[in-house]
């Protein structure tokens, strides 16, 4: 299994990024793949999952209303499209794949997800 991040960068507050995560090595459609993110000193945090096999979508309470999770089968891909970001968001954004976890599971057993990317910086400046 492999994950790929990217788009990660710097960003004056109130603007947007969009990450990518490329996924090979397993099915695409067969597994859920959602992305964390860990600031400076803090723990690993849940952001967004989705299972491309019916597009279903789970967010984190805090996310949901300026983060949109979405994936490209044909290109084995996943996207998180990031609106109205703050310092606070700064952060090492991941992405993650497991076959044993969805929903709301998959980002509360961040500790048990088998398979990660390497990470892409996000920095949010004031």
């Known amino acids: 299994v492999q994950l790929v991040e990217s788009g990660g960068g710097s960003v004056q507050a109130g603007g947007s990024l969009r990450l990518s995560c490329a996924a090979s090595g397993f099915t695409f459609d067969d597994q859920a793949i959602g992305w964390f993110r860990q600031a400076p000193g803090k723990e690993r945090e849940g952001v967004a999952c989705?299972?491309?096999?019916?597009?279903?979508?789970y967010y984190a309470d805090s996310m949901k209303d300026r983060f949109t999770i979405s994936s490209d089968s044909a290109k084995n891909t996943v996207y998180l499209q990031m609106n109205g970001l703050q310092p606070e968001d700064t952060a090492v954004y991941y992405c993650?794949?497991?076959?044993?976890?969805?929903?709301?599971?998959?980002?509360?057993?961040?500790?048990?997800?088998?398979?990660w990317g390497q990470g892409t910086l996000v920095t949010v400046t004031s």
């Open positions: 993650a794949t497991s076959p044993h976890y969805s929903g709301r599971y998959f980002l509360q057993n961040v500790r048990y997800l088998e398979d």
């Open positions: 989705i299972s491309s096999s019916d597009s279903s979508t």
